[in-house]
DNA sequence: ACAAGAAATGAACGAAATTCATTTAGGCAC
DNA sequence: GTGCCTAAATGAATTTCGTTCATTTCTTGT
């Protein structure tokens, strides 16, 4: 019936922690030792290898992948040790999420100009978020309270605001317009090829069909060759959203004339 | 058979149509009289009666309470009858959205300035998703092939864009420009109160916070008396971004000077 | 009239998250 | 030291969901 669980199945190869050896047989080397019932001596889990393991399994398998049997399995433990550690699979989406903030380049907002380091900024923060759409509705609705590295992320953006002299009250405002346009923007990287293709319903939509035949061909001819990553549609789409919406909000406030 | 009908097992498995109420289970329709297996003389199911029973369920239970089960339960059918019609939920999600997608309001595109029509398209359009979001992931990712209201909806989007003189090869860009930031907002109208509030962590952050607590305030501060709706925070966020896109978009490209 | 197929029922199945009782180990209080 | 409380593990069970399948019954096209 309930045939879930690692009795008869093994890890796959990534670990094996104390090497009992049997009598004389060493059967087959993935086959588990077997951790006894009972507190282990020393602690086996924790949130630092919890995250690991989960950014491994969503690397390897994706986010289907991540199920918490599939996480136990790599971490060799039983499922319900898990929630030792954390509440729910939410929290290990949390844990993820936080580990991912890191990962944004925030660099620009010391050293360049402030439409320079936020370009810099949306590019990485999108790219990242590309690869772990999953996680945006858990971030956007996540409070920042227990994200320690997503503060950080915030700090450094904000300093970066404050730098080029933008009011105190529009800041967190603008920061969440952006944000929401990268989000919105990651989702359209994982978009399919043909997503816009109207098919049979073409001749109910002239104007549109003409318009997503323009856009695909225009992009085709388009190879940027020097070094420049080569823009898919996504790539273009964002790149004309974010120069606008940089241009618009650094004229959204009234800066002294230099 | 026996001629009685055999109510002691009922089709669910999870629930019992009768007065018998686990958790919260709304009393949905009056109780189903049971219906004999074979097929019916009329058809009960078609996709027209899922929509709207599986927008109904939205409405009373949220998107949680939108499971196949409670879908069939409602419609007084087996949760396998209605894989006569949809090869799988996401369908119905697609049949959802598509719906959703026609209250979207495009009037302003063949009456108004390009720039309002935009507007009053970008508002009406995040509201109705701000309702939906987990429908973002579908739509962002769904070909338009099937959905003909999505089509209608872009058909006229286009329309107001070309009246404007826009260049072919930008348009389908810039929809997809404003969609994401559209979603990413719909998103953020559903964050919790103090999602930004950094507690323990305000000393690192000591910028970010106070940006924090001045938004806060000048939210508050700013009730909008008169017919305008009152800004949330999500609210002048959007404001924000959507008129920097506006005029980032408007200036992004040659227009002939009037 | 009859075959094909559409549209129901009802009974499973399998995956997944989560809970619970139980076992064991470490760290305190006394 | 002894004893208790709690943390961290196992193993089994539970619940909920989406989905499939065999079967029944009815409609429709030839």
Redesign the interface.
């Known amino acids: 019936m309930t045939a879930a669980f690692p009795a008869a199945t093994q890890h796959d190869g990534a670990d094996s922690p104390p090497a009992r050896s049997r009598r004389q047989e060493p059967p087959v080397p993935p086959v588990m030792p077997r951790r006894r019932a009972g507190r282990p001596s020393k602690a086996v889990l924790d949130t630092e290898q919890i995250t690991r393991a989960a950014l491994k399994l969503i690397e390897l398998q994706g986010y289907k992948g991540l199920t918490m049997s599939a996480l136990a399995r790599r971490l060799g433990v039983a499922p319900s040790a898990l929630y030792n550690h954390v509440a729910a699979k939410a929290d290990v989406l949390v844990l993820v999420e936080d580990h991912l903030m890191a990962g944004v380049d925030v660099s620009g907002f010391a050293t360049q100009s402030w439409e320079s380091a936020v370009r810099r900024w949306a590019w990485s923060y999108r790219d990242v978020f590309a690869r772990h ?2 996680l ?2 858990v971030i ?7 994200a ?1 590295r997503t ?2 992320m ?2 450094a ?3 970066g ?2 730098a080029e002299g933008w009011p ?7 920061i ?10 990651a ?2 990287v ?3 090829e ?8 073409a001749t ?5 069909s ?3 035949g ?2 695909t ?2 992009a085709n001819g388009a190879g940027d060759e020097k070094g420049n990553r080569v823009l898919g ?2 790539d ?3 790149s ?2 974010l ?7 650094a ?2 406030w009234p800066r002294t004339r230099s």
Chains 1, 2 share one sequence.
């Open positions: 759409t999953p945006i509705p956007a609705v996540l409070p920042v309270t227990n320690p503060v950080t915030y700090e953006v904000t300093a605001f404050v105190q009250e529009r800041i967190v405002d603008a969440v317009a952006l944000e929401s346009f990268i989000f919105g923007s989702y359209d994982t978009a399919p043909g997503i816009f293709d109207t098919g049979a319903l109910t939509a002239p104007l549109f003409t318009a997503v323009r856009r061909a225009s549609p996504s273009s789409a964002f004309l959203g120069d606008a919406l940089i241009s618009g909000l004229g959204s």
